[in-house]
Every structure is written in structure tokens, then in C-alpha cells.
């Protein structure tokens, strides 16, 4: 009975509570061991050179305010770095939330660093590291995502098309509304590079086809389709209380995933057609 409720649970919301905590239902869950051993030294490995493409991923990772938010290295007295066990478990924690298990071609950590041509991801700001599924850094991840047993009930589905007409009309409602005591969306992402609420020409109150074409183009960035918890648009600006991400410059709007607005966006994500919450 309450491996059933668990098994929920884990498949819809908590992705990375029950990777990374044994609760009796995930027979192989993404191993910490594996991750110490292979995974986090492909972090630290140096790349020959500064900038995109070429700095080690510790470099702006270890940074406050990026995601993948690994801990600040320590220094031994010759030079050398290193993470403490206490440390690899905090950065573990961040790594696993952005991989699916069993499925490393849906996860996020795999796709970023991997040149568009090889199945990667269309944006990365730190750079492309991976021309080919066969590099051997590469696979070492991906055979360490492979290892862990589904949480996905159906790894090999397509995911679902998220919906731009519900974007324009709904989400980006959300964009221009204020809650007491917070700013509004589009205070701080109307520009720079996470723009996906850009100002408003002066004539209008709300964005035409075009503008939400474009603010739709960030904001995709920030979801991964058929996974809410892995989307950043909805664990952002979600309570860190209740799975939300451990910093956002904005704030946090949603104090629980209960909130009605993050079920509509979280229903959005998994392809489903919610009814809109108007303002
Ligand atoms: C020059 C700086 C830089 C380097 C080097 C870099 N990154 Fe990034 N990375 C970023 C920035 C900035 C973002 C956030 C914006 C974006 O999505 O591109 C990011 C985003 C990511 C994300 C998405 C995290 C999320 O929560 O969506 C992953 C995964 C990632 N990087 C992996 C890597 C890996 C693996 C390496 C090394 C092989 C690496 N990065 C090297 C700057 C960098
Ligand atoms: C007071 C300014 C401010 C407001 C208001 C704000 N944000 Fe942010 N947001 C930031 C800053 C600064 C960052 C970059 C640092 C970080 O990752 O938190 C950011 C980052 C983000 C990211 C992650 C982008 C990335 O690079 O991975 C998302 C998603 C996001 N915000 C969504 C929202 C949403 C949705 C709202 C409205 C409900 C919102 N923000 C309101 C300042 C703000």
C-alpha cells in the first residue's frame, strides 16, 4: 500500500527525493558512488583554455546564481582541488535533479554540453564540449544515468508538445502580475539574456503573435516538456521549502506546489490542457 503511494509520488513530482533516497521502490536508483568516482571529475577536468567551449564546467558553475550550482572547491596546500564527500553529496543532490533516470537522452546534464548535431541541446552559455555521443566523457555520464531504473513510467515516449497558444494567452498573463509584496515578472526579465517577458511596445498592454514568439523561445528554455520538476520556468521561482531551486534573484511566488497557478503551469508542461486562471 504505501509502495504504491510512493511509487506515484516519485513518478510525477519528486524526481530527485527518490533517486537519491532508497524508499523501497526504485530498485537501482542513480548511484552517488558511480557519480563520486566518474561523473564529478568530469567537472573539474581542464579544457585547455578560458570561456565557452574551453573552461573547465567548474569554472562558472561553481558560481552563485548559475543552475547546475556545484559547491566552491577547496585547495590543497600543492595547487590540487578537491570536494569534500559532504560537499559531492550537496552537488549530487543539484546533478541529479537534472538528469531522468534510465533515459539520458532526456537529461538535461547530457544535452547541454552536446553539439546540436549530435542530439544536444539548441543553447548552452557556457559553450558545446561534446561533438559526439561517442566521447568517452560523454558516455561516462550517460552510462551512469542508464544504470539507474526508470522513474519515467514511459522512457521511450515522445514528450509532449508544449502548447503556444496557451502560452501567449495564459502563461504570460502571469508575466505582468504582481502579488503582494513582489515585482512582477517583466520588472526584471523584460531584457539581458533571459528575456522571456520583453517590454511591451507603449500603444499596447499585452504582447502580439511575433513578441510572444519570442518570449516563447526564452521561456522553452527553462522547461523540459512532460517534466514540471525539471523545469526551471516552474522550481525557480518555487519555495525551496517545496523543491524549488536553492536561489532565484527574483522571488519566490509559489510558497508550495499546491498553488493553483503552478498546478495550471505544471499541467501546461505535461501537456495537458488546463483551463486558464485569469487576473
Ligand atoms: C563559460 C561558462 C560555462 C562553462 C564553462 C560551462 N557552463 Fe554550463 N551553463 C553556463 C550558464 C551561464 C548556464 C545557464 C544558461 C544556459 O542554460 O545556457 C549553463 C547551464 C548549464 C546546464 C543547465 C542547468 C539547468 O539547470 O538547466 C547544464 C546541465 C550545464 N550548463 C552543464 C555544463 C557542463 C557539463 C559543462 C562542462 C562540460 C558546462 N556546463 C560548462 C555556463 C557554463
Ligand atoms: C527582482 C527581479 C526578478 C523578478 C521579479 C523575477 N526574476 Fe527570475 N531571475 C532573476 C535573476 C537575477 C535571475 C538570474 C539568477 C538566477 O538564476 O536566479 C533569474 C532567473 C530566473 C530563471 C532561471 C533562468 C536561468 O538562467 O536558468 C527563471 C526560469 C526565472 N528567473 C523565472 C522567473 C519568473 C517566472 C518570474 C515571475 C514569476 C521571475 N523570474 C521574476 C530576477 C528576477
Known amino acids: 500500500m504505501i509502495r504504491n503511494v510512493n511509487k506515484l509520488f516519485c513518478g510525477t513530482l519528486v524526481l530527485f527525493v527518490c533517486s537519491t533516497v532508497d524508499n523501497g521502490t526504485a530498485q537501482e536508483p542513480l548511484s552517488f558512488e558511480r557519480y563520486r568516482e566518474v561523473v564529478e571529475p568530469i567537472f573539474l577536468a581542464p579544457r585547455g583554455g578560458y570561456g ?31 570536494w569534500s564527500e559532504e560537499q559531492s553529496r550537496q552537488n ?65 515516449d515522445i514528450p509532449p508538445r508544449l502548447d503556444f497558444q496557451f502560452f501567449q494567452e495564459c502563461v504570460q498573463r502571469i508575466f505582468l502580475d504582481k502579488r503582494p509584496g513582489d515585482v512582477e515578472c517583466v520588472h526584471c526579465h523584460d531584457s539581458g539574456s533571459r528575456n522571456f517577458a520583453r517590454r ?21 528554455r527553462y522547461i523540459e516538456p512532460g ?15 517545496d523543491g524549488g531551486d536553492g536561489f532565484h534573484g527574483g522571488p519566490r511566488r509559489w510558497a508550495s506546489r499546491d498553488d493553483p497557478e503552478w498546478q495550471m503551469l505544471a499541467a501546461w508542461v505535461r501537456g495537458e490542457e488546463p483551463e486558464c486562471l485569469s487576473y
Open 52 to 82: 565557452p567551449g574551453r573552461a573547465p564546467c567548474v569554472t562558472c558553475h561553481a558560481e552563485q546564481g548559475t543552475p547546475l550550482r556545484l559547491q566552491a572547491l577547496n585547495e590543497n596546500p600543492d595547487g590540487t582541488v578537491f
Open 92 to 156: 549530487f543532490q543539484i546533478v541529479s535533479r537534472l538528469v531522468t533516470p534510465g533515459n539520458p537522452a532526456r537529461s538535461r546534464l547530457l544535452r547541454k554540453a552536446l553539439a546540436v548535431s549530435a542530439g544536444g541541446a539548441p543553447f548552452h552559455i557556457g559553450g558545446k564540449f561534446f561533438e559526439s555521443q561517442t566521447d568517452p566523457e560523454w558516455r561516462t555520464m550517460a552510462e551512469w544515468v542508464q544504470a539507474a531504473d526508470p522513474v519515467d513510467p514511459n522512457p521511450n
Open 200 to 220: 511591451i511596445p507603449e500603444d499596447r498592454d499585452f504582447w502580439n503573435q511575433e513578441e510572444s514568439r519570442g518570449n516563447f523561445a526564452i521561456a522553452r
Open 227 to 241: 517534466h514540471p520538476m525539471l523545469s526551471r520556468f516552474l522550481t525557480h521561482p518555487l519555495s525551496s521549502e
